[in-house]
T-cell receptor
């Protein structure tokens, strides 16, 4: 079983739709969960960062973590064409020392159509 | 907003040659990382660096690779004797702490080995 699984899509929605993006993971040691947005030929841009189970909201974005099910989600409300990008989930476990490497999902390609 | 900058944006090199990829992390950050993304695959962790030494490295990061912080602002990845399979996007990231401090990424260097 892969450590982090993410449906690569592609996902195509009309403008204004609610988008749901999801990742599952197998490593119960993961404690920190992130969502990054990646536009074509650009680096990952941090969108959301959560530590605990539950919901975290920032504007049109809501990140949800369910550690018991090893499942995280990102919801985008009122989606805009500018939201068209690849969305990457990433997570990490505290392994001691002075680092925490990120383990990424493969990314979901989202297109929001005007 | 402070950002991680990487140069060059694209590097083309003959197989067997050495390349140095350069990164300027965000100025008050202390933790530095290199990741790579082979076309169509996940972003993969290569190495983390703190206090002028490697904190952790992946299986990918063998003797062919080395990292250095030659001065107070730059962070470099050297790849010796490049191989065709080294062709990928290489991303630098930095953070200003470990707990509750997410990593911020540069836009990457696209390395093409001929």
């Amino acid at each position: 079983q892969k450590e982090v699984e993410q449906d690569p899509g592609p996902l195509s929605v009309p403008e204004g739709a609610i988008v749901s993006l999801n990742c599952t993971y197998s490593n119960s040691a993961f404690q920190y969960f992130m969502w990054y947005r990646q536009y074509s030929r650009k680096g990952p841009e941090l969108l959301m960062y959560t530590y605990s189970s539950g919901n975290k909201e920032d504007g049109r974005f809501t990140a949800q973590v369910d550690k018991s099910s090893k499942y995280i989600s990102l919801f985008i409300r009122d989606s805009q064409p500018s939201d068209s990008a690849t969305y990457l989930c990433a997570m990490s476990a505290w392994s001691g020392g002075s680092n925490y490497k990120l383990t990424f999902g493969k990314g979901t390609l989202l297109t929001v159509n005007p | 907003e402070p950002e991680v900058t990487q140069t060059p944006s694209h590097q083309v090199t003959q197989m067997g040659q050495e390349v140095i990829l350069r990164c300027v992390p965000i100025s008050n950050h202390l933790y530095f990382y290199w990741y790579r993304q082979i076309l169509g695959q996940k972003v993969e962790f290569l190495v983390s660096f703190y206090n002028n030494e490697i904190s952790e490295k992946s299986e990918i990061f063998d003797d062919q690779f080395s990292v250095e912080r030659p001065d107070g602002s730059n962070f470099t990845l050297k790849i010796r004797s490049t191989k065709l399979e080294d062709s990928a996007m290489y991303f630098c990231a930095s953070s200003n702490g470990v707990f509750n401090q997410p990593q911020h990424f540069g836009d990457g260097t696209r390395l093409s080995i001929l």
